[in-house]
């Protein structure tokens, strides 16, 4: 027989859950906004900031310099347990809701001219992994 206070309790815990898988704070027009800002910037201070990229190309007139990340994030969790006693009888059920681990990837990229200079930018991949592998560029 359910109850209502377990229909209250699972009401409660979809309600949690839901927000916690809507916790991402970094938005892409963000990101967007970080990358652009190094257009212009000569590739060997990208270089000094960000460190040796994993991978790059020629393509016509253009270098594009590649950096890919990867990485392992915990997902939100959520413990649900209902329990009850009576005369000389415990029990409970419990559950663990979404969680475990993911694989978060980022693969960043930049063309630049034949002067060294940053003339293009791009990224895909998770926005947090993204907002985490590229640096602020400073004034």
């Known amino acids: 027989m359910v109850t209502k206070s377990f229909i209250k ?8 859950s839901g927000s916690l898988s809507g916790c991402s704070t970094s938005q892409p027009a963000e990101i967007d906004s970080k990358l ?7 590739i060997e201070t990208l270089i000094q ?11 016509n007139d253009l270098t594009y310099a590649e950096w890919n990340t990867r990485d392992i994030k915990n997902k ?11 005369g000389n009888f415990f029990g409970s059920i419990g559950t663990t809701l979404f969680g ?6 980022c693969r960043v990229q930049v063309g630049y001219n034949q002067e060294g200079r940053v003339v293009t930018t791009n ?6 992994a993204c907002d985490a592998a590229i640096p602020e560029r400073q004034s």
């Open 9 to 16: 309790l699972s009401v409660i815990g979809l309600i949690l």
């Open 123 to 128: 990224w895909t991949g998770d926005p947090e």
């Open 36 to 42: 652009t800002a190094w257009q212009g910037a000569e």
């Open 76 to 86: 939100p969790s959520m413990r649900v347990g209902v329990g009850g006693f009576g």
């Open 49 to 59: 900031t960000w460190g040796l990229p994993t991978g790059e190309q020629q393509v």
């Open 100 to 105: 475990g681990r993911e694989e978060v990837h």
